[in-house]
T-cell receptor, first 113, second 109 residues
Framework: KQEVTQIPAALSVPEGENLVLNCSFT??????LQWFRQDPGKGLTSLLL?????REQTSGRLNASLDKSSGRSTLYIAASQPGDSATYLC????????????FGTGTRLKVLA | NAGVTQTPKFQVLKTGQSMTLQCAQD?????MYWYRQDPGMGLRLIYY???????DKGEVPNGYNVSRLNKREFSLRLESAAPSQTSVYFC????????FGPGTRLTVT
C-alpha cells in the first residue's frame, strides 16, 4: 500500500532563505507526483506536476525534483517571502491504471519578515 | 473562468439528516474527485469519477453516495449524517493536474 510522508510537519524560516520541503513515498511505481499549496481556510492550488519520466520541474522560484528509486521528491523554494507562508502538500498517483491519488499530510511553512 | 465551484460553503447538520454537496467544473475535464480533509489525516479520497457515467470508491466511501450528473457536475450525498462526517470536503477535477474547489465546511452535531 502506497504511503506518502512529509517531514517536517511545520517549519519556520527567516525571509530570504532558500528552503527544501520533502515528500517520501513507499512504492516507487508511481505515474506522477503533484505539489500543492493550501492557504488557511482555502482549497488547494496546484504548483507543479512531475511525470514519472521527469527528474524535475520549475516554475518561477519553485523547483520540484523526483527520485523514484529512493521514493523521494523535494520542493525547493528560492528566496522565500512572507507570502510563501502556507501548507505545502504532495500527492502521488500510483500507476497509469488508476485515477487515485494519495496525499501526504503536508508541511506548514511560516516565512518570517 | 470559474474553475471548480462548490456549494454550499458551510453547513451544519443534525445527526441523521441528509444533504447533497454540489460540485461543478467548467474546464471540460473527464475526471472528478471528492475528498475529505481532517486535521492530522491529510486528504482522503471518498469517491471519484474517471469519466461521465462512471464512479468508483476511494479510501473512505462508507456513508456517502455520489452522482456524476453530466460531464460538468459531480455531487456527494450524505444519506444519514453522523458526527464522524464532520470535515472539510473538497471537490477536484483533473486533466493532467488536479484542480480543487474552495471546499465545504460541514459540521454534524
Amino acid at each position: 500500500k502506497q504511503e506518502v510522508t512529509q517531514i517536517p510537519a511545520a517549519l519556520s524560516v527567516p525571509e530570504g532563505e532558500n528552503l527544501v520541503l520533502n515528500c517520501s513515498f513507499t512504492d516507487s511505481a508511481i505515474y506522477n507526483l503533484q505539489w500543492f499549496r493550501q492557504d488557511p481556510g482555502k482549497g488547494l492550488t496546484s504548483l507543479l506536476l512531475i511525470q514519472s519520466s521527469q527528474r524535475e520541474q520549475t516554475s518561477g522560484r519553485l523547483n520540484a525534483s523526483l527520485d523514484k528509486s529512493s521514493g523521494r521528491s523535494t520542493l525547493y523554494i528560492a528566496a522565500s517571502q512572507p507570502g510563501d507562508s502556507a501548507t505545502y502538500l504532495c500527492a502521488v498517483r500510483r500507476s497509469s491504471g488508476t485515477y487515485k491519488y494519495i496525499f501526504g499530510t503536508g508541511t506548514r511553512l511560516k516565512v518570517l519578515a | 473562468n470559474a474553475g471548480v465551484t462548490q456549494t454550499p460553503k458551510f453547513q451544519v447538520l443534525k445527526t441523521g439528516q441528509s444533504m447533497t454537496l454540489q460540485c461543478a467544473q467548467d474546464m471540460n475535464h473527464n475526471s472528478m474527485y471528492w475528498y475529505r480533509q481532517d486535521p492530522g489525516m491529510g486528504l482522503r479520497l471518498i469517491y471519484y469519477s474517471a469519466s461521465e457515467g462512471t464512479t468508483d470508491k476511494g479510501e473512505v466511501p462508507n456513508g456517502y453516495n455520489v452522482s456524476r450528473l453530466n460531464k460538468r457536475e459531480f455531487s456527494l450525498r450524505l444519506e444519514s449524517a453522523a458526527p464522524s462526517q464532520t470535515s472539510v470536503y473538497f471537490c477536484a477535477s483533473r486533466d493532467g493536474e488536479q484542480y480543487f474547489g474552495p471546499g465545504t465546511r460541514l459540521t454534524v452535531t
